[in-house]
């Protein structure tokens, strides 16, 4: 029973420590973008954030959950995540900013903090969750 206890929360920290690279992938591709191409911002959100998820994905399902999960399916899975997380995390920053006078800087952190939790948990009892350390590299463990 401790083993198991240490065995999620190390798999939190693995999840936490990829999401933090993912944020730099997401900002240093949208910092590029906007730089060097006349897209417009939204478009440039648009392609750090699928840069970052794709990233994301790839770490923890090789390193954090060890899934042999047939990868379009658990992919499938992620994308319908965002397709309600994206719009909605737009909206609440957008009233929180706007109408509740909160800083962008608050906002945004609540927002990404919000992300942090509900996709580690979406991702480790839907995603992956039947088939958690089906990977060779588990196995061998």
């Not at 800087?105 to 039947?130: C, I, P, W």
């Amino acid at each position: 029973m401790e083993n198991n206890k240490k065995k999620e929360a190390l798999r939190a920290v693995k999840f936490t420590l990829f999401s933090a690279s993912a944020g730099l992938i997401q900002a240093g591709s949208i910092f590029l973008l906007e730089t060097l191409t006349a897209l417009p911002s939204w478009a440039c959100y648009l392609v750090g954030l699928v840069l970052s998820v794709l990233w994301n994905f790839t770490l923890n399902r090789k390193f954090t959950f060890k899934s042999a999960a047939n990868v379009p399916v658990a992919m499938f899975k992620v994308a319908c995540y965002y397709a309600v997380f994206t719009p909605l995390s737009t909206w609440g920053v957008k009233y929180l900013t706007e109408t509740a006078g909160w800083s962008p800087v608050f906002a945004d952190g609540l927002s990404m903090l919000t992300n942090l939790v509900t996709e580690f948990l979406y991702q480790r009892f839907f995603v992956f969750g039947k088939s958690i350390d089906t990977a060779e590299a588990a196995k061998k463990e």
